[in-house]
């Protein structure tokens, strides 16, 4: 029996990498899915996922109180996906995860409706990042204020549009080297998108809550190790050179005035802190899901940069 039949699910960063895997899931189940954007023409893209009506848009600011009031009033499930890699003016790390998080459970706590926050994997333990802590607080004060809820802290998420294969492999068409930052010591345990889609599928369906999670993939890998399965992937040869600190600390000044920055200083404070799984209760292993391998599924997201 689908007890999420006709559920209505509001999907904050709906039309982001994780929102469009996520919403298609969704789909499947037929909830009624409200996704609310600064510019609801972009994702238009979503509407074939779902059948006629099923996927509605709404033009939505952050900033917006009456309106975010508005949607958690008519829905049965919030879920957040909201998040910068990096700061721009308006959008700062405390004003989009912390600032706008507290907004949203401060609704969710009056309408006593189930919540879901997306994280990040190390955030409990990186407390010199900006980024980190602003999700860490955001955490504490769901867990602090909210009846219902879980959090999902996932680690590097790849997929056909993640936000790190994909940068180096464009990288690699122009140069012909890649930074190590650090040496590229730096541990992380990839997941696949579709994985982290399929544990909070069945996080709905088995209706858990007040639980933390960390999803991380079947492998741990050094920040050279992916590098050189990218580069093996794509059969292409580039060289791998080692940045010091410093001189990656020199590199972000410069990198992070641009629109869209390879590296930042707070990223550099990130790299000093593996990112992998700890020790807990609530993994996929919880949820009766064996991740995929990444060396399995990087292929077909980076065919498309492949020399032959």
Do not use: W
Request: charge should be positive; charged fraction near 25%; glycine fraction near 6%.
């Amino acid at each position: 029996m689908n007890h999420l039949r006709n559920l209505r699910v509001t999907v904050f960063g709906g039309t982001g990498f994780v929102g469009r895997h996520l919403i298609k899931y969704l789909c499947n189940y037929e909830c009624i899915i409200k996704v609310p954007t600064r510019n609801p023409i972009k994702g238009y893209f979503l509407q074939p996922l779902g059948d006629v009506g099923q996927i509605n848009l709404i033009k939505f600011d952050l900033s917006d109180n009456k309106k975010l009031k508005n949607l958690i009033e008519d829905s049965d499930i919030i879920i957040n996906l909201i998040g910068v890699l990096f700061e721009k003016k308006r959008n700062d790390f405390v004003e989009v995860h912390y600032n706008f998080v507290k907004r949203l459970v401060d609704n969710i706590k009056l309408n006593k409706k189930n919540f879901i926050q997306v994280s990040a994997l190390g955030v409990n333990k990186c407390k010199n990042s900006l980024y980190s802590k602003s999700k860490y607080n955001a955490d504490k004060y769901i867990q602090k204020n909210l009846e219902k809820f879980s959090i999902i802290r996932p680690g590097l998420i790849f997929g056909s549009e993640d936000n790190f294969f994909i940068k180096f492999a464009k990288m690699s068409l122009f140069s012909p080297f890649l930074p190590l930052i650090m040496g590229g010591k730096t541990k992380f345990q990839p997941v696949y998108v579709e994985d982290v889609c399929k544990g909070i599928m069945e996080i709905l369906k088995k209706n858990i809550t007040n639980k933390i999670f960390e999803f991380g993939g079947q492998d741990i890998f050094s920040f050279k190790e992916l590098l050189q399965i990218l580069l093996k992937t794509i059969n292409r040869k580039r060289i791998l050179i080692y940045i010091p600190k410093k001189i990656a600390i020199l590199m972000a000044k410069f990198f992070q005035v641009l629109p869209n920055p390879l590296l930042t200083e707070d990223q550099i404070k990130l790299l000093e802190n593996n990112n992998i799984v700890l020790d807990t209760n609530y993994t996929f292993k919880y949820l009766g899901i064996n991740p995929v391998s990444l060396e399995l599924i990087l292929p077909d997201c980076l065919k498309r940069f492949k020399k032959y």
